[in-house]
Structure formats: C-alpha cells, structure tokens
C-alpha cells in the first residue's frame, strides 16, 4: 500500500491497524534540539482517545503512546522518531458478522475492490483509529512550531444544525464541554440533539474550526505547494471530512470584490488588514494574518439501523451494525484537525527556510 507518507521534509510515515498490535508513525525530518517528552505527546493523545465521555465510543484504549527513537536527554537528536501506540481493547468478534457485508458510508467497497480482500476488523487501515499516529505526531510538530511562536487551535462551530453564536463565542469555555464549543448554550443544544439521535440510532456530523496565530507572510509555496492548496490536503486526508474552506470560504462566491478584499494598512511599521476574509492565505502564501479554515465532518457512518446494502457474493443484504461506535466523531477529530495543520506547516515553514539564499549564508556564517 503506498500513500502513508505525507510531507516533503518534516515526514511522517502512518503504521498499523485498528484491531492489530498496535498503530503507531514515524517522523523523519525534525530538527534536533527540540525539548520533547512523553507527557508532551500524551496530552494531546488523551484528547483523542476513545472511551471518554457519553458521546464517544466504548471501546477502552489507554492510547499510551511510547517514543521508540530519536529522543535523547529529552530532546530530539535529528535522527527518526519512532512512537506507537499499542491496542488494549480490541474486539474483533464485533466485526465477524459483518466481515463479507460492504457496510454503507465505509470504505470497505472500495478497499475489496482495490486490493481483492480487506480487514474487516473495524476497517483496518481505512479505520479512524488510524489518526492516533497523526496526533503523536502532531504533538511533536506543536512543539517545532512553539520554538517560533507559532500555535494552532482548533474548535466545534457546529454541530448538525446548532452553530456557535459568536455573540456568545468564549474560547475557554471549549474546555468545559465535550463537543469542544466556545459556546456553552450551543453545546447544551447539541447535547440533547445528539441524545435524540442515540435513541433514534443514529449519528451526526459536525464543523470544526481551526485558528494558527504567529506564521509570518510568505509561508507556502506560490504554484502546486500553496498554504491552503497544502493544508487542505492533509485535512481531507482525514478519513470523515467532507469539505474544508478558508477565510469567506464559499461566502466569497456571493460577494463582490470590493467587499472580499482585505485593505491593507501599517501599523506600528507592520502591513496590517481591516478584515480577514483571505483567512490568513493570499497567493498560497500567508499574509500575515490569523490563518483561519473550517472543515465538515459526516455523520459517524456505523449506526445501528438497518440499512440496505450488499455483500461480496454480489447479494442484496441489510445490515444492522453493532459494536462500539462514536455517535458523533466531532468532539475526538478536534485534535487531529490541529495534528494534521501542524505536520503541513512545519514542512512548510522548513521549506521556507531554503527560498532565500541569505539563510543559506546565515547558516554558513557568510552575513
């Protein structure tokens, strides 16, 4: 299988299954120096992991991530970092009733059709549980771009048809509930709204929001690797995303262009913007601003209703899917959204560092 690769410097490489030994990635391209610990990554793991809180799957992972290279003296050598993240709970009993059934909003048509079988045990690869390395190694490009004051956060707008009301918009309150909303009517809304789909045995989809202050004007490249065109993809690589705008996003398509233009202006000897529509992205390079995009989640596709669909043996079926599933992946994908906006803006920032001949010098000691 080619394809678990992504960046061109700072370079991850996924591994694993969701009902394997474990799942883990590997980093190539970080620099060393870099103060990194265990608990550094955990945090960000606790975030992800399932079996926390009523709208998130049973299944119980301590998601225990352990650095199996390129970290010495808590600090990275340069060399590739190696984590995984070992399976605890795995119940591959839940998926045998199902395992010649193409389960309706998987991937699993089209993973047979490719390879000719597939591992039916919670998907395999094309599972979810697949982000985990993406999040180990998101923590460590958090902490790259921490060493030059870049950071990345990411929140729920909405959920199903409930948005965030930016009169009410508390960014600490993000913390206080489990759907990640800096709104806490909003989120006690999509509480019962969620609730009511549970009891109805469904799911529901979402929109997250992320937000990276700090990135300097000029980062990404100005023809195939733009900052938008490169964040957008590692985005909708992962696995439930549906779509991804930036800025105005498809707001922009109803505007005129003396509304959608972003005015510049100096202050304190610094090219400014009165508005942001741009969401931070101008010519695929950042202009300064707040980078700002918005992605949309499906519905959680496992749901315990019955559902029309077929089997390998070319027969009509339906199929009731059981086990433990998240009704809704919103609350869990918050921080593989800032995992996967990481990794692409540390490479790119890397890649930045080669556009001018006088970082060369600097580098050589020649200015």
């Known amino acids: 299988m080619s394809g678990s690769v992504y960046g061109n410097i700072f370079k991850i490489s996924t591994w694993g299954e969701s009902h394997g030994k474990g799942l883990g990635v590997v980093i190539d391209g970080c620099p060393a120096g870099i103060p990194i610990d265990s608990d550094d990554i955990q945090r960000d793991m606790d975030r992800r992991k399932p079996g926390t809180g009523k709208y998130a799957t049973k299944r119980s992972e301590g998601d225990?991530?352990?650095?199996?290279?390129?970290?010495?003296?808590?600090?990275?050598?340069?060399?590739?970092?190696?984590?995984?993240?070992?399976?605890?709970?795995?119940?591959?009993?839940?998926?045998?009733?199902?395992?010649?059934?193409?389960?309706?909003?998987?991937?699993?048509?089209?993973?047979?059709?490719?390879?000719?079988?597939?591992?039916?045990?919670?998907?395999?690869?094309?599972?979810?549980?697949?982000?985990?390395?993406?999040?180990?190694?998101?923590?460590?490009?958090?902490?790259?771009?921490?060493?030059?004051?870049?950071?990345?956060?990411?929140?729920?707008?909405?959920?199903?048809?409930?948005?965030?009301?930016?009169?009410?918009?508390?960014?600490?309150?993000?913390?206080?509930?489990?759907?990640?909303?800096?709104d806490k009517e909003a989120a006690q809304r999509a509480a019962a709204l969620l609730d009511d789909a549970m009891a109805n045995k469904d799911s529901v989809g979402g929109i997250i929001q992320c937000e990276v202050t700090g990135l300097k004007p000029g980062i990404g490249e100005p023809v195939f690797d733009k900052l938008d065109a490169s964040v957008a993809k590692g985005i909708m690589s992962i696995g439930a995303v549906k779509g991804i705008e930036f800025g105005a996003g498809f707001e922009a398509a109803r505007m005129y262009g003396s509304d959608n233009n972003d005015n510049f202006y100096i202050s304190e000897g610094k090219v400014r913007k009165y508005t942001n529509n741009s969401g931070g992205v101008l010519g695929g390079m950042s202009d300064g601003d707040k980078l700002v995009f918005r992605a949309a989640f499906k519905p959680t596709p496992s749901i315990a209703q019955s559902q029309i669909t077929v089997n390998n043996r070319g027969e009509n079926v339906t199929v009731e899917i059981s086990g433990r599933h998240d009704p809704i992946i919103i609350p869990r994908a918050v921080v593989v959204v800032e995992a996967m906006t990481a990794v692409t803006l540390a490479d790119l920032i890397l890649m930045d560092m080669c556009a001018r001949i006088d970082n060369v010098k600097k580098l050589y000691g020649k200015v």
Do not use: W
């Not at 089209?110 to 039916?120: L, M, N, P, V, W």
């Not at 982000?131 to 958090?142: H, I, L, M, P, Y």
């Open 64 to 182: 225990k991530v352990e650095i199996l290279s390129g970290v010495f003296e808590g600090k990275t050598t340069g060399t590739p970092i190696s984590l995984a993240i070992f399976n605890e709970d795995q119940r591959s009993r839940d998926y045998s009733a199902i395992c010649d059934i193409f389960r309706p909003g998987h991937a699993d048509f089209g993973f047979e059709s490719k390879y000719g079988f597939r591992d039916y045990r919670g998907g395999g690869r094309s599972s979810g549980r697949e982000t985990s390395g993406r999040v180990a190694a998101g923590a460590v490009a958090k902490k790259l771009l921490a060493e030059i004051g870049v950071e990345v956060n990411a929140f729920t707008v909405a959920v199903n048809d409930i948005v965030v009301d930016e009169k009410r918009f508390d960014f600490a309150e993000r913390l206080n509930n489990q759907f990640y909303m800096p």
